[in-house]
């Protein structure tokens, strides 16, 4: 077979008829080879995350639950019965302060970390090794362990803490049973598990920076917290507004903390959207009303989507 | 007698630096020394509080260890999970290598808009979608099936690993193929014998993430699973071994433990494309 490129090939066209062979052949026309490749994928992510997203839409807005086999529309019966729920609104408000406090504590810890583990050092490998544990390791298994540092009995902070005279007389918190604490908690094991991701996120900004740019600030004699705020950190601005958005989804969509290690507890204090979702939708049977909180967590998601699209727009166009 | 405190101030510096390296991964790490520990230590050592936790007031015992691997189903568990997770890497290196070489090489515009569309579903989060699955799964008859998971968690793996072989495939050199293609082959052939077997770091990295997304994935499988001979390791552990009020912790941390560090060591050695793959379009 003497076949050249596509482009050869269609050169050659239009002086001479190609062998039809090729020309009928769809695996040898790019556009059509392009279609055929890609179709699997496309078809597989409308048919397994489009469509569910659909059902979701259309279960909020009928009556469905675990058990019923037919779907009747009832308008926005769910949506008005959930906006009548005060524990809907703890969840919405637990969700972003979950989010909000754990993604700043993220973010500047994050950089800060970065900075520390940005330059070569003896033993940089076991510390990178050591900082990523937390979100290499499955999540649900984090938990647990944290489950066990914040036990109410064999708390080992709070035996620490008593070792080191620093809580006194019958003072014993309950970490996960005080409401709270317990929203410190879950906040501190979020923080944990995202941290690592954030970090390496930010590290792979701060070594895109060209040396020339820090050798000119030396030169021109700028200090450590000019240079970090002036040409550092103005820099890295979009790498670390990537580290948040996803940051933001992780957390606002998370169960699986709270799952673990509250079950949304004490007094629904810790329930989160996703979770209410979860005790609603599976465990109470009640698909209709669980799917209706579940998309509550769209309109972050849409937000999240609409800054990627900007950025990804500005790189398109450099 | 100027350099003095120069000194002074880079020891000074090199201490901050230390120290803030120690708090860090001290606050990172302690949970996973913490499951060391306790994994090793007799129940009876566990539970008294007049022991310090941090020492054993007891001789190390491998007791917990030998309840999770035969008092439970935890050896099930990781076969279950290692089924689940080859297949969907199989499922994944499917559509994903091929749409990702379209995406890079074949499509124009509009390739570039749905290679963007297809990472924001990425951004669809499991939360959102579990509530419809779990009555796709039963009308599918897979309630409580591993298969379940087969179906399911592509949905996932594929929109990032086509954005990931995406990005592989455009760092290749175009000539590669187009040699091939002037020797005679067929793009498609091209792209089957040589831009394939170049490919293999790109794939690999797909078979690493796919395979730590399956061991990490906890809502589906609590939500499709419900016996204990099909449970992945995820939602195992944490739910048999965590029902009623005895909470056997030693083994408990012990499968923390033998689950995670294995995972976290190969993951290791490919974060840094992973967050190549999560920034693309950011950083250049």
Known sequence: MSASGERLASALATHAPAPARRRIHPFDDESWLGRILLAPAVVYI???????????????????????TTLHFVGFRNYAQIFQDPTFWRS???????????????????????????????????????????????????SIGWLWIF???YSVINWSARALHLFRGGFWPIWLGQPDL????????????????????ILAGMSSIPQDIHDAAAVDGAGFWRHLFRINLPLIMPIMLVALLFGIVFTFTDLIVVYVLTRGGPFDSTQVIASYAYFTGVQGGDLATGAAISLFLFPVLVAVAIVFLTIAKRTEVT | ????????????????????????????????????????????????????????????????????FFQTDFGRWIANTAEVGVLVTLITLLL????????????????????????????????????PFSRIVAGLGLQDSLWSLVLVYPSFTVPFCTWLMMGFFKSIPRD?????????????????KVVVPVSSAGMLTVVIFTLTLVMQEFVYALTFITTSAHYTVSVGVPTFLVRGDVYFWGSLMGACLIVSIPVALVYNLFVDRFVAGFTVGAVK
Not at chain 1, 182 to 201: E, G
Not at chain 2, 45 to 52: A, P, Q, R, S, V
Not at chain 2, 118 to 131: A, G, S, W
Not at chain 2, 176 to 191: K, Q
């Open chain 1, 182 to 201: 317990a929203m410190a908690s879950i906040i501190l094991v979020d923080v944990w598990r995202l941290l690592p991701l954030a970090t390496v996120i």
């Open chain 2, 176 to 192: 590669i193929e187009e040699a091939a293609m002037i020797d005679g082959l067929s793009r498609f052939r091209a792209f089957v």
């Open chain 2, 96 to 131: 994903a290598v091929p749409a990702g070489y379209a995406l890079a090489r074949l499509s124009g515009r509009w390739g570039h808009r749905l290679g963007i569309a297809i990472f924001l579903t990425y951004l669809i989060p499991p939360t959102i979608l579990f509530i």
């Open chain 1, 92 to 142: 919405l408000r637990n969700a972003v302060v979950f989010t909000g406090v754990s993604q700043v504590l993220v973010v500047v810890l994050g950089k800060i970390l970065a900075m520390a583990i940005y330059a070569d050092f003896p033993g940089k490998w076991i510390v990178r090794f050591l900082i990523l544990l937390p979100w290499v390791a499955p999540i649900s298994l984090g």
């Open chain 2, 1 to 68: 007698m100027t350099h003095r405190p120069l000194i002074i101030v880079r020891s000074l510096k090199r201490t901050v630096h230390m120290l803030l390296l120690a708090a860090f991964v001290a606050f990172l790490a302690f949970p996973f020394y913490w499951m060391a520990i306790t994994t090793f230590k007799s129940t009876r050592d566990l539970i008294d509080t007049t022991h310090n936790p941090f020492l054993f007031g007891a001789p190390p015992t491998l007791d917990n260890l030998r309840v999770l």
């Open chain 1, 46 to 68: 409308v048919a397994l995350v489009g469509f569910p997203f659909f059902l979701a839409i259309s279960y909020s807005v009928s009556d469905a639950t675990v058990g019923s």
């Open chain 1, 151 to 153: 036990d109410p009995v």
